[in-house]
């Protein structure tokens, strides 16, 4: 297992040295100069010489690999660098963006899966049943509906004509006032791509011979559920939530903007808007490792649901 992680982890470095280099020409290579933006004052126009001087500050006057080998030295070091707009260090500013994020995230995956598993479980066992029938429906509108319209639907439903939720805002560090509309809005989504995965990894499990064996043995029909059927199921499930829980790590733009939430994906829109590079490629690297990390932790939880997976240095 050791020897396997080392090995993953050792092909993770090509990955995040293309992310970094793609996403570093492409945002220089974006239409706007950064030091003209935050030099222009109050009447639209800007100082030359303030600009020069920020860009001689800022290393903006370097060539572009001279740039971007100065900031992957700094990374190597633990320095994502400091914002154009603030002058503080860019990891405080994800540091907190991505607390807010991380809270957000949690509430969402714990919503998703308390409606997806029981829905594709119910939806396997009764299958081509009504209740089947009517849980694969729920699951295609779940699907088919954006998250800025789910998401302003439930603000006018139970912010507006209801009062019962805030409609916007962070509270006191993300109470469960504030975070329920967006984790709702963000769980609904990914809860419906689950309970889909999971009803026909499910209803595979339960057409293996191991399954037919155990009930012609007299073994009750909730431990074939529950014991055989199920464990086995859940590899790609687990995939799939692994994958989504990388996805609302990284923050969901369009929720996060439409109910002020100051996570990661807020973060990086208006920072691109702003045109604060580091900010942005500091994001953008950040994001990056956080999904190569959750893949990798996907790829290990297997060995604990499945104990025929092994892992060795060979593969």
Not at 15 to 20: E, G, K, N, T, Y
Not at 107 to 136: E, T
Request: hydrophobic residues 50%.
């Amino acid at each position: 297992m050791i020897d396997y992680v080392l090995k993953r982890m050792i092909q993770l470095i090509p990955a995040l040295l293309i992310v970094s280099v793609v996403s570093f020409s492409i945002i220089y290579f974006a239409p706007g100069d950064p030091a003209e933006t935050l030099c222009t004052g109050p009447d639209g126009t800007a100082n030359p010489k303030s600009v020069e001087a920020f860009r001689t500050k800022m290393g903006l006057d370097k060539p572009l690999y001279t740039q971007y080998l100065i900031w992957l030295n700094n990374v190597l070091h633990g320095d994502l660098g400091y914002s154009y707009q603030s002058g503080s260090p860019v990891f405080n500013h994800i540091k907190r963006a991505f607390g807010a994020t991380f809270k957000l995230s949690v509430v969402s995956l714990i919503i998703s899966l308390a409606i997806s598993i029981p829905l594709g479980i119910i939806s396997a066992i009764k299958q081509n049943s009504p209740v089947d029938v009517a849980c694969m429906v729920g699951a295609s509108l779940g699907v088919s509906m954006p998250n800025f319209w789910l998401g302003l639907l439930l603000m006018l439903l139970f912010g507006v004509y209801l009062g019962w939720l805030p409609v916007a805002g962070y509270g006191d560090g993300g109470d469960l006032e504030h975070i329920l509309l967006p984790a709702i809005t963000l769980g609904t989504g990914s809860a419906a791509i689950t309970a889909r995965l999971m009803r026909s990894s499910m209803l595979e499990a339960l057409g293996q011979d191991y399954i037919q064996t155990a009930r012609a043995k007299g073994v009750s029909e909730r431990i074939v559920i529950s014991k055989h059927a199920l464990k086995n199921a859940l590899i790609p499930v687990v995939t799939m939530i692994g994958l989504n829980f990388g996805y609302l790590l990284n923050g969901s733009i369009v929720v996060e903007t439409i109910f002020g939430w100051p996570g990661i994906g807020r973060l990086t829109i208006d920072s691109i808007n702003m045109r604060d590079y580091m900010m942005v490629q500091g994001c953008i690297m950040f994001v990056a490792i956080l999904f190569v990390v959750i893949n990798l932790l996907v790829d290990i939880s297997y060995r604990y649901i499945d104990p025929r997976i092994r892992y060795d240095a060979a593969r």
